[in-house]
DNA sequence: AAATTAACGCAACTTAGTTGCAAAAATAAT
DNA sequence: ATTATTTTTGCAACTAAGTTGCGTTAATTT
């Protein structure tokens, strides 16, 4: 299902991914909104904004749904097998636009692979 | 909590994982020992087998919990900071035994990183 | 055999995510 | 501008994974 209205529920969630470069959790934008919409409009408006390409997903390091803006995607054509950052610290994760060789392993066949990485962020090594 | 008693349950577990190679997941086994013990008794032997450096977890690609044998680990000592692969098809997680290089980003401190590919196993290419 | 400790079962709970359906809002048709 | 159609939303109920508290059982010590 793609886009078919602009609502205010949608621009709303979409205002937060291009006000911020980070990646956030439907947890936490659920309670972000918590007051303005209803938690399965959250998930519905996601679900849409991933399909036209305009966001993607990936699973966080405890099996959370994590969604960040897409780069150079269109709809139904993701190209974000990009790595993730995740702070230990202080939580925030990042997209890294980062080419990282996949390897092929013997007789298998591979092709997409999720990394996510773990550590400190710039912010948190400082402190 | 580490391992007190070598209990019958504890070895029924401990067993399937050193008969087979692969890695399972928590739901796999809670279903595979549904008539032998209490999914809480999975979870905590599980839990302890890990703190003892028996096996290690690590998360799927749909966020569930996914189980392995360890190789060189000891108690609170987990050096199996392997990629894992998942098969599409079949749905068949393996252990890597790979050393894939963490590249270092610039300002952040990466010191570990959970890597999962994706693709075909080698009795799904063939089919 | 009695006391202590570790492991287990069970039920109840939490949290993330999903589904069905009716109401509301937006768009299109008349 | 009404009316009809379609899309979006809220709500409540549900599923599934994982956790917690507590009383009971079982293993180990004394
Ligand atoms: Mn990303
Ligand atoms: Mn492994
Ligand atoms: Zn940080
Ligand atoms: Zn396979």
Partial sequence: MSIKR????LNAILSVFEQREEALSVVDLVDEFKDDMNKTTVYRILERLENE???????????????????????HHHHDVHPHFECKDCGKVECLELEIEIPQINNRHIDSASIMLQGQCADCIKK
Avoid: D, E, N, P
């Fill in 53 to 75: 390409g305009v966001i993607h997903s990936f699973t966080g390091s405890k099996g959370l749904m994590w969604y960040a803006k897409c780069q150079t995607c269109t709809t």
């Fill in 6 to 9: 602009k609502t205010k529920s």
